[in-house]
């Protein structure tokens, strides 16, 4: 069957419809004119680069720049300027503004796009980030990753392959970090796109990652598609792999291109340069804000790679950036991982000629030997400096994933900067933070090695506040942040809710305190005049902008103090949030301080920012945790309801159903424990949350299902019930109303007889307990002495009378009796006594009216709550029974008007009539009390609203029919009566089957009509025949009323049955919650009812009248419904609350624990692991098995060389030259002895650096075994150098003279006396002043000098020229005056260390050579005085710093310090 189609075009559909081409047009206009903006922008600040003088290269019609002659322009072919010149890439190369960028859009399945920019290499690496932040919108990197490896496609292991991309995308998704790479479809830029790829296939992970490709624009195959003067918006890019030739395309899967242009064409690694300044400039740029002491941190990741690679780790490990090498990922990478466990002395020439060979294949064939050579001392630098250094081993279990790799080799290189002790954790730790990688932290930071006090965490504690990184709030508290000192202060409340995030709440904040300014602008205060600029906020503006949200009922949550805090409120600046939010302002008033809870206020401020996580966190640690709950619930059900965003509103009520299950969790675990401790928290007044209590809390914030619990019921019931015993048979109370003697008997129970029973039953237990033990220990263990036990005594006479008739449930029963008789004297005087002239009966009754109006005025005015009168108005007229009673006064007061009038006496009683009828629906409430009935009134009001809405549908067939059915009998009857009446009151009756007679010609009767319809009891007859007989057609008639049947009888009436069935299971479950909570307002209204019943309540009235308003007395304060415990019962029952928390939160993480779906998930994890450790276990044992065969073979050969020698040896007869040979396993002549010592590794490296310091001169490798002269280097031919500034010259004929200067350490790589003065050793003396702080001599100090322009702490010293002379420059240093005094305390000084010293400026035949002495001062000497006036005038350029390892010196001074603390006997 087809389906029907539409044709009908609604109105509705039609607006819906072009409000939505309205969107998409200013969507439109929107996006054209940031194109527009950003065309701008690109064409006035990037530049490309173009060839401007053509001049032929190899083939006729390319230039030497390759681009053809036709992507010249025609002044290039013969340029007038460049006349007999030969083409120079520096010269012949101009700028000229981009003609490529916009967005990029890739064909085939899923429209990939992104965007793209060609760029000039000098283009300024600021201006490249000011383009990806601010043009393209990208927000600030927590973390550059810089993926370089082969450039070429390369085969990856499955695993390692997975592992990978898994672990690339996690810690790019979870840091907020940017991906670097050369943006090609090849090599390892290909598998980077392929991560990106698996991401945004992975629906288990949101969010966009950042992939930035850094490419060659002459090498991009397809690149005239981008070319557009003004940007293309989008440029289709098409991805024709296989006719690339030796170009690549772009991969697909990166978000953005930066396409560097040199002007060349076809030339490999034009970008490296522009590259590697772009991520240095990043690298410099502050990690989330202005203020933060942190840069962004820089990790290089390596897969796989060639010689150029190894250029590129190795520059990127001299700059301080960590590397990740992945093991197994080939050639250079796995060159690197094999040798990096190894000592610097087993990595030889030979090996590394030995590993090329192996996973370079073919192409180690083309390696020269000197490049080798080079390589491998690269490579012993880069294991050198292993705190940079992270080899990822698919095997091992220490690193976990790569993304766990990554981030602990950012760690590990922050631990081992110049970033020492505390200093260094907090690094890690803000990168931690930073990261939002909280399991880092776990492993890395929080461990047992460091020592965290509560004061050094604020700042990481305020930092992941701000950051919405709830995982980290946990850490911190867990690892003991105190929130009680953290939030000390108003100051840092202050500050979370200045940098509170964008929120509805903030915004109302802002309004509130926009407003006070400018109140405050008017009338000026001087304590204001500290502030300069912008807005100021306290914790007042808080707690009045709160206070609307939990009831106007409530006090201030933070009560405005003389000393109240101002805070800026601008929004665009930041603040350093390393730095401790609470170490400023000085502590609040004592008696404030005592009353807030740090747990309620930052639960407070999570709640009002609808954040689930950290309110969570914030509620564990409330002290009132179920006050907190339900008034959480309160302020999201009240925001919800003001906020105008549908999705945030759901989300604030969902958030707020989930603390009322908190609250009732919390309070079904005290009751279960200890009923009276749970109903006394119900009323107890939290100082905490505005003065109210937990019952007021759920009662405003509509919770119901916290009222409908079992424990809450059973409070309202004792109170119901008054001093009188709930367990009391409604029979035995009716009786004893009537006959109150029986009070006196055991007839009726009261509370107090219950709890005297009790007693006597405990203490029954008590002495059998004696008897039996002989003992009275444990009588004594259940209690104090009995002596000052408090025991209840027997209820007297009077006081059993008054409690009785004082109870809610007697006088309610009283006043039910009281009704009915009001209900019969009123239906007596309207049926049978109701006279011209009231008869006594009815004054009677409009007394007992009268006093029934007085007690809906006291109602009215009764505020034990302190509501206010217009809330408590508003209360009293949404209760539907006061609607009742406002309705009934009001036709009664019109009644008796007019009953008292001659002239509308009867349409007086008219109305006292249907006020009877109202009085009568009132009657109603009193089954509100009853659980059997009180429940179905609930329903009952259910279904009346859905009768109301089902009479408009059935009215428009009853309308319907009764017009037409009018129209066809009668022929214009003009009694506006009897039209109504035929048109609706007859159509109407016919549903419930009064059928008409008038519509059939056999029933029809014209003695019961009125031919001209002029009797006026009668209706007008149809219209006639001639022969009298009706004309109108009958079928039609009887068709029309059988339709009217068909559809309102039998569809709507059952639809109407429908409805109700439906209403009635919907509110079935619910009604019993409902009737539980209205309950409560019932029990209240007679709780402070007046016992007397009308009428007789009117002396109750006149008294409560002369007592509060003649009187002036204070109202008497129930103890029911708020109760002020004292200051020790307050803090146990607090402490007992906080263990009921506890708990419930255990039994709701077993729970959680228990789940299907929890084990389900804990299931597949577990096999995921198996299968991980399965694998990672047969791989390992593989591995393992190759390396004991290749260990098996090598010792084979050994012993076979090691029998070859002993064999030769007993041939030649023992020759001692024979004797000596070395044991040695390599192939080459200039290998080294295995044997050599390690000693000297980390010895003679600053020496060896391949750049000579200020200058352009590169030193010729020397690898760790060729730096001994004794070692063969047949290859060694090292540059010379001798600096221009150098006291002595040695020109070309005196170079013989340099064999006479050899450096004693070894091989340096240079000739030459480099930067030194002269050759051979170079004099240099250094001073180690040392003192005690303080006369108990716990701390050593020594004087250090700090070089503002280096960043560098030295000890004071220079050079000299004899081992026993001072050195000059410590006249500029320390000054004339301390110079001389120095000189003169030369010789009393200690000789720490004398020698050679591994310095950067060491040459083959130059070297620096050190003494260091060590002059100790006395506290009290001149000298002292006289430096320490130095370093008080020096601003910091002279310190005193303690004596201990963390110290900044360089290695060589910091081994002598070593040297003088133990000298001293102190600890290093």
Not at 466 to 495: I, Y
Not at 522 to 535: L, M, N, T, Y
Not at 893 to 906: D, K, P, Q, S, V
Request: glycine content about 6%; overall charge negative.
């Amino acid at each position: 069957m087809l389906p029907k189609q539409k044709n009908k075009v609604h109105p509705q559909e039609i607006r819906k419809e072009l409000r939505q081409y309205q969107l998409e047009l200013n969507q439109r206009i929107t996006h054209i004119e940031k194109c527009c903006a950003f065309a701008s922008w690109t064409k006035e600040n990037i530049h490309k680069k173009e060839c401007c003088f053509f001049e032929k290269g190899v083939r006729e019609d390319v230039c030497k720049c390759g681009y053809s002659k036709t992507d010249h322009v025609d002044e290039t072919i013969k340029p007038e300027d460049f006349t007999g010149e030969s083409w120079d890439r520096h010269r012949h190369v101009r700028e000229v503004p981009t003609d490529a960028f916009g967005d990029i859009s890739f064909g085939g399945l899923g429209q990939k796009t992104g965007k793209y920019v060609r760029v000039s290499t000098d283009t300024s690496p600021e201006l490249l980030y000011r383009l990806l932040t601010e043009q393209w919108k990208l927000s600030p990197p927590n973390l550059l990753i810089s993926v370089t490896g082969g450039a070429k496609n390369f085969y990856l292991k499955a695993r390692l392959k997975n592992m990978f991309h898994r672990g690339l995308i996690k810690v790019a998704q979870t840091t907020g970090a940017w991906i670097i790479s050369g943006g090609m479809h090849t090599g390892v830029m290909k598998h980077v796109g392929q991560a990106v790829r698996d991401h945004a296939l992975s629906s288990a992970m949101q969010g966009q990652i950042v992939a930035i490709g850094v490419a060659t624009w002459g090498m991009i195959h397809n690149r005239e598609a981008l070319v557009h003067s003004e940007g293309c918006f989008p440029a289709h890019y098409l991805m024709d792999i296989e006719s690339q030739g030796r170009l690549s395309c772009l991969d697909d899967n990166h978000t953005h291109f930066l396409l560097v242009d040199d002007g060349t064409q076809g030339q490999y690694g034009v970008e490296i340069e522009l590259r590697s300044h772009l991520e240095k400039c990043i690298s410099g740029k502050h990690l989330g804000n202005e203020e933060s002491h942190m840069t962004i941190p820089v990790v290089c990741v390596v897969l796989e790679g060639g010689p150029g690679t190894l250029n590129t780790i190795y520059n990127a490990m001299l700059n301080g950036t960590p590397c990740v090498i992945l093991e197994g990922s080939g050639r250079i990478a796995d060159v690197i991982a094999q040798v990096a466990g190894l000592p610097l002395t087993r990595v030889t020439i030979a090996l590394i000629h030995q590993l090329m060979k192996k996973f370079f294949g073919q192409e180690y064939e083309n390696f020269p030997d000197l490049e080798i050579i080079e390589w491998t001392k690269k490579i012993q630098d880069i294991i050198r400096m292993s705190h940079l250094l992270t080899i990822f081993t698919i095997g091992e279990d220490n690193h976990g994933d790569v993304d766990v790799a990554i981030l602990q080799a950012l760690l590990k290189a922050s631990r081992s900067s110049e970033s020492l002790g505390s200093e260094c954790w907090k690094r890690q730790l803000e990168l931690a933070i930073a990261w939002n990688r909280v399991d880092i932290a776990e492993t890395e930071i929080f461990t047992e090695e460091s020592q965290w006090k509560s004061s050094d965490l604020h700042w990481a504690m305020f930092s992941a506040l701000v950051g919405n990184k709830p995982l980290f709030v946990s850490l911190l508290l867990e690892n003991g942040v105190s929130l009680r000192d953290f939030l000390q202060d108003e100051t840092t409340l202050c500050k979370l809710y200045k940098w509170m995030p964008s929120c509805s709440f903030l915004c109302k904040l802002a309004k509130r305190v926009q407003s006070c300014c400018s109140s405050w602008k008017a009338f000026p205060i001087k304590s204001r005049a500290h502030s300069v600029q912008g807005e100021m906020i306290s914790m007042t503006h808080v707690s009045d902008e709160v206070r609307p949200l939990l009831g106007s009922y409530t006090e201030a949550l933070y009560p405005p103090s003389k000393m109240t805090n101002h805070f800026n409120m601008s929004m665009e600046t930041s603040v350093s949030l390393s730095q401790s939010p609470t170490s400023s302002q000085a502590p609040l008033r004592e008696d404030v301080a005592a009353q807030r809870d740090p747990g309620r206020d930052l639960f407070l401020w999570a709640v009002v920012q609808n954040n689930k996580e950290l309110a969570e966190i914030a509620w564990e640690q409330c002290r009132d945790c179920m006050s907190a709950a339900l008034a959480a619930s309160k302020i999201l059900k009240t925001m919800a309801e003001e906020g105008s965003d549908a999705d945030e509103a759901k989300e604030m009520q969902e958030l707020a159903n989930h603390y009322e299950k908190h609250a009732i969790g919390v309070f079904s675990e005290c009751h279960n424990s200890d009923e009276e401790r749970a109903q006394k928290l119900l009323v107890r007044v939290s100082p905490f949350w505005g003065r109210t209590t937990c019952l007021r809390l759920a009662l405003e914030a509509d919770d119901k299902s916290f009222v409908a619990q079992s424990g809450v019921q059973a409070l309202l019931t004792q109170i119901w019930c008054g001093e009188l015993s709930v367990v009391n048979p409604v029979w035995r109370v009716l009786i004893c109303m009537v006959f109150f003697p029986l009070i006196y008997t055991d007839f009726l129970v009261f509370r107090r007889d219950e709890v005297i029973q009790r007693d006597a039953a405990k203490n029954k237990e008590i002495k059998t307990v004696e008897t039996v033990t002989g003992s009275t220990l444990r009588t004594n263990s259940h209690g104090l002495d009995p002596s000052r036990v408090w025991h209840p005594k027997r209820l007297d006479s009077w006081s059993r009378l008054v409690y009785l008739y004082s109870s809610p449930q007697v006088k309610f029963y009283w006043n039910i009796v009281s009704y009915f008789a009001f209900l019969f004297l009123f239906a007596v005087v309207l049926m049978i006594d109701f006279q011209a002239t009231p008869s006594a009966g009815e004054v009677l009754l409009y007394i007992w009216l009268f006093s029934l109006v007085c007690e809906e005025v006291r109602q009215l005015f009764y505020d034990p709550d302190g509501f206010g009168f217009r809330k408590k108005a508003r209360m009293y007229i949404n209760d539907l029974w006061n609607i009742f009673d406002v309705l009934s006064i009001l036709l009664l007061a019109i009644g008796l008007a007019f009953r008292l009038t001659t002239e509308l006496f009867y349409a007086g009683k008219i109305l006292l009539c249907i006020d009877f009828v109202v009085f009568c629906l009132r009657l109603m409430a009193i089954f509100t009390i009853s659980r059997t009935l009180g429940p179905k009134i609930i329903i009952v009001r259910k279904m009346m609203m859905d009768m109301f809405f089902f009479m408009f549908l059935l009215s428009i067939w009853v309308v319907a029919y009764g017009v037409a059915k009018q129209g066809i009998l009668i022929h214009n009857d003009n009694r506006l009566d009897w039209i109504v009446r035929g048109a609706i009151y007859e159509p109407y009756l016919i549903i419930f089957g009064n059928f008409p007679t008038n519509i059939d010609y056999t029933t029809f009767d014209i003695n019961s009509c009125s031919m001209n319809g002029t009797d006026p009891l009668k209706p007008k007859c149809p219209v006639l025949n001639e022969n009298q007989t009706p004309a109108f057609p009958e079928w039609l008639t009887i068709i029309m009323l059988c339709i009217y049947l068909l559809f309102a009888n039998i569809l709507l009436l059952n639809l109407l049955i429908a409805i109700f069935n439906y209403s009635f299971q919907e509110v079935q479950d619910n009604t019993d919650r409902i009737w539980k909570f209205q309950r409560y307002e019932l029990i209240k209204e007679y709780h402070s009812h007046p016992a007397a019943p009308p009428p007789f309540i009117i002396f109750s009235h006149l008294y409560l009248f002369i007592r509060n308003i003649i009187l002036c007395r204070p109202p008497i304060i129930s103890k029911e419904f708020k109760s002020e415990l004292p200051q020790m019962e307050e803090e146990k029952l607090l402490s007992w609350e906080a263990l009921m928390k506890d708990r419930y939160l255990l039994s709701t993480q077993q729970e959680q624990s228990q789940s299907m779906e929890r084990r389900i998930l804990d299931t597949a994890q577990m096999v995921t692991t198996l299968t991980d450790r399965l694998e990672r276990e047969d791989e390992t044992s593989f591995a393992a098995m190759v390396q004991r065969l290749a260990r098996i073979e090598e010792q084979v050969d050994q012993s076979a060389k090691a029998l070859q020698w002993i064999m030769d040896s007993l041939k030649s007869q023992g020759f001692a030259a024979k004797e000596t040979q070395p044991l040695t396993l390599t192939t080459t002549d200039e290998s080294p002895d295995i044997y050599t010592s390690e000693k000297e590794d980390g010895f003679h490296v600053n020496a060896r650096q391949f750049h000579y310091p200020n200058s352009k001169v590169k030193r010729f490798p020397v690898p760790e075994e060729k730096v001994p002269w004794e070692v063969s280097f047949s290859s060694y031919i090292p540059a010379y150098y001798a600096s221009e500034d150098s006291e002595d010259h040695v020109d070309g004929s005196e170079s013989e003279a340099l064999d006479n200067y050899r450096n004693p350490a070894g091989r340096t790589g240079i000739r030459g006396r480099g930067a030194l003065s002269h050759l051979g050793p170079n004099l240099n003396a250094d001073f180690v002043l040392t003192r005690w702080r303080d006369c108990e001599r716990s701390v050593l100090e020594y004087l250090v000098v700090w070089d503002e322009s280096q960043g560098t702490l030295a000890l004071p010293g220079g050079p000299v020229q004899s081992a026993d002379h001072t050195p000059v420059t410590l006249i500029r240093t320390l000054g004339k005056k301390l110079y001389e005094e120095i000189n003169a305390k030369v010789s009393e000084g200690t000789k720490v260390f004398e020698g050679y010293v591994d310095d950067c400026r060491n040459t083959d035949n130059a070297w620096v050579e050190t003494t260091v002495l060590n002059i100790h001062l006395a506290t009290t000497s001149q000298m002292m005085e006289d430096i320490n006036s130095m370093v008080a005038s020096s601003h910091g350029a002279l310190q005193w710093r303690k004596v201990s390892g963390k110290t900044r010196l360089s290695s060589n001074q910091r081994d002598s310090l070593r040297k003088v603390a133990e000298l001293h006997n102190r600890k290093f």
